[in-house]
């Protein structure tokens, strides 16, 4: 089992729609949370980040964290094709590294 | 994020010579990671440095790569003896602390072995 875990892609969703990203992590020691975007060929841009359990809202993003469930999720509300890019979930233990899932790549069609 | 610099950008080597990738933390940051990402696929952790110490190498291969962060300048990932399978994206993040701090990354450097 991989430590990070995203849903398989590529995702395609259609302009406005909401697209929705899935991550799940085996370490219950995991205390932060982060996605990323990259846009092919660019470096990870750090779009969201959640440390409590719950929704954390920023414009049209929202991460959704379940600790127990070992669950994190990105929402994106009225998808943009300038969202189309790859999303990387990234976990961090307390011991400072970032682990990544492979990432989720996100197809928004006009 | 603009303020983690890296250099070069992209770096030719052909088989058997030596690599050095240059990380210049954001202003402010005395935590660097330098991850790996080959095409096609996910990053990969390598090596976690604060200021004169390693603090995690779990991710470094055995042999040919060391990584420092000297007390001046710039964090080092060298790579020695190059073959074809080191051609990859190599990114450099940091970050203000350790653990649940967000880190930034630079924009790369983009090595090829030919």
């Known amino acids: 089992q991989k430590e990070v875990e995203q849903n398989s892609g590529p995702l395609s969703v259609p302009e406005g729609a909401i697209a929705s990203l899935n991550c799940t992590y085996s370490?219950?020691?995991?205390?932060?949370f982060f996605w990323y975007r990259q846009y092919s060929g660019k470096s990870p841009e750090l779009i969201m980040f959640?440390?409590?359990?719950g929704d954390k809202e920023d414009g049209r993003f929202t991460a959704q964290l379940n600790k127990a469930s070992q669950y994190v999720s990105l929402l994106i509300r009225d998808s943009q094709p300038s969202d189309s890019a790859t999303y990387l979930c990234a976990v961090n233990t307390n011991a400072g590294k970032s682990t990544f899932g492979d990432g989720t790549t996100l197809t928004v069609k006009p | 994020n603009a303020g983690v610099m890296q250099n070069p950008r992209h770096l030719v080597r052909r088989r058997g010579q030596e690599a050095r990738l240059r990380c210049s933390p954001m202003k402010g940051h005395s935590h660097v990671y330098w991850y790996r990402q080959l095409p096609e696929e996910g990053l990969k952790f390598m090596v976690y440095l604060q200021k004169e110490n390693i603090i995690d190498e779990s991710g470094m291969p055995k042999e040919r790569f060391s990584a420092e962060f000297p007390k001046e300048g710039p964090s080092i990932l060298r790579i020695q003896q190059v073959v074809r399978g080191d051609s990859a994206a190599y990114f450099c993040?940091?970050?203000?602390?350790?653990?649940?701090?967000?880190?930034?990354f630079g924009q790369g450097t983009r090595l090829t072995v030919v």
């Open positions: 370490d219950r020691g995991s205390q932060s």
């Open positions: 959640i440390y409590s359990n």
């Open positions: 993040a940091s970050s203000p602390g350790q653990g649940d701090t967000e880190a930034f």
